[in-house]
């Protein structure tokens, strides 16, 4: 079974960055796609971006060009790098992994960026 883990989160002025961290554990090895989804207040769980597991890299319109996910095999890891980061972005960050049996989801981290 896949463990993810978060950190990262915190406040944030508008036109600053913060990086996201997951970290996996367990069968890792089943591990298809890993990426982030958030949620604001009031609304829905939005994607973000993901990695599959040759390289390939999907964003969300909102966040094309401000922010990037990386992935660190060796760490069995996942990043996300928020640059240029907009009250808008306020949410609780979720890591979530597709493998072999199912989507599996971190905790969540709180991301507030203030104006």
């Known amino acids: 079974q896949v463990q993810l883990v978060e950190s990262g989160g915190g406040l944030v002025q508008a036109g600053g960055s913060l990086r996201l961290s997951c970290a996996a554990s367990g069968s890792i090895f089943s591990i298809n796609v890993v990426g982030w989804y958030r949620q604001a207040p009031g609304k829905q769980r939005d994607f973000v971006a993901n990695i599959r597991n040759g390289g390939t890299t999907n964003y969300a319109d909102s966040v094309k060009g401000r922010f990037t996910i990386s992935r660190d095999n060796a760490k069995n890891s996942v990043y996300l790098q928020m640059n240029s980061m907009k009250p808008e972005d306020t949410a609780v960050y979720y890591c979530?992994?597709?493998?072999?049996?199912?989507?599996?989801w971190g905790q969540g981290t709180q991301v507030t960026v203030s104006s």
């Open positions: 979530y992994a597709v493998t072999n049996t199912g989507t599996l």
